[in-house]
T-cell receptor, first 113, second 114 residues
């Protein structure tokens, strides 16, 4: 596609449920990033993929969070047993190879009630 | 390890006056540096980038930034602020020591008054 696509754009879930957030990067981009942005806050790094490998998972807040990337393309961020503090906008970005500019999707707004 | 510090969390300027947003970085390698802008309820947009070519980088909407290795700085400037410049600005560093990961600063909120 022309840009980074994230789905769903909005997700409301009940506390304790699992959610999956999807990211379709720009075609051919090997680097993929997940960030989280809480209301009025900056960007919190979650995980970084180079191809299908994740050399840096240091930002995942807890073991309830996991992410995978298959075929060097689509990535899924999974949050298990969601908590209210997980409410945020989850942003995905991709770049051609790392060290270069990243292009961001519009984000998934997650609300845990 | 790489890191980036934005020295001002909030900047208020009058329309038509210069804008200066300060950014210092730390990197053990030759870094790539970026500025992104986020308007209210909008996505992140790249303003400009430095990737070891010219040290003075021009971006969109009249913004520019100068890479100063001796000062480890990458400050963002614009000669004359416009109301549409009101937004949050993020300084970003990336180097090969961090596998190309993008490290964001905490952001600077810019307010433009008439």
């Amino acid at each position: 596609g022309a840009g980074v696509s994230q789905s769903p754009s909005n997700k409301v879930t009940e506390k304790g449920k699992d959610v999956e957030l999807r990211c379709d990067p720009i075609s051919g981009h090997t680097a993929l990033y997940w960030y989280r942005q809480s209301l009025g806050q900056g960007l919190e790094f979650l995980i970084y993929f180079q191809g299908n490998s994740a050399p840096d998972k240091s930002g995942l807040p807890s073991d309830r969070f996991s992410a995978e990337r298959t075929g060097g393309s689509v990535s899924t961020l999974t949050i298990q047993r969601t908590q209210q503090e997980d409410s945020a906008v989850y942003l995905c970005a991709s770049s051609s190879m790392g060290y270069t500019e990243a292009f961001f999707g519009q984000g998934t707004r997650l609300t845990v009630v | 390890a790489q890191s980036v510090t934005q020295l001002d969390s909030h900047v208020s300027v009058s329309e038509g006056t210069p804008v200066l947003l300060r950014c210092n970085y730390s990197s053990s390698y030759s870094p790539s540096l970026f500025w992104y802008v986020q308007h209210p309820n909008k996505g992140l947009q790249l303003l400009l980038k430095y990737t070891s070519a010219a040290t003075l980088v021009k971006g969109i909407n009249g913004f520019e930034a100068e890479f100063k290795k001796s000062e480890t700085s990458f400050h963002l400037t614009k000669p004359s602020a416009h109301m549409s410049d009101a937004a949050e600005y993020f300084c970003v560093v990336s180097d090969k020591g961090s596998w190309g990961k993008l490290q964001f600063g905490a952001g600077t909120q810019v307010v433009v008054t008439p």
